[in-house]
């Protein structure tokens, strides 16, 4: 029966790397709206955004902007988040893949991770998530980390817009 134990692992892991999930996505004209880097008077821009990986393809991120869920985010894919000036907490939970319940052998518990800023009026901040895994190679791990202005651009600039609900 131990045996079983790294087979379990290296199923799983490939489960994970699979089938790529994907987001709602947001006409061509908002994509490009969002590329000037512009943020609406009087606000911020937040963008959150995820490069296309082969590590953790199948899984979608649900994105929460001060613990409200804002929508998923795919592999190749970012959000534009307008925030009023202040202190904010962006974070990301995992979310299973299509056809698969949360606490299988997959995803065992909410992965999370989170990223803070305090903004300001008129600039643009910019958080680039990762997925990989942890010491159990079947459980994914993901990490946001904020990145400078023009690294930041570059990364959007690459990447397709997806729906972000406004609050």
Known sequence: ????????????????????????????????????????????NVYVARPGTFVGAALTVQTLLDDRSVGPLAPGTYQLLSVAPGKHVVSTVLAPPRGQRVGSPIIVGPERAFGYVTAEAGKNYFFELSLGTGLDPGQPRSFLRLITEQPGREVILRLKRAEATRY
């Open 1 to 44: 029966m131990k045996a079983l134990g790294p087979l379990t692992n290296v199923v799983c892991s490939a489960l994970l790397l699979g089938c790529a999930a994907s987001a709602p996505m947001t006409s061509a004209s908002l994509d490009a709206e969002a590329k000037t880097f512009t943020p609406e008077a009087g606000h911020a």
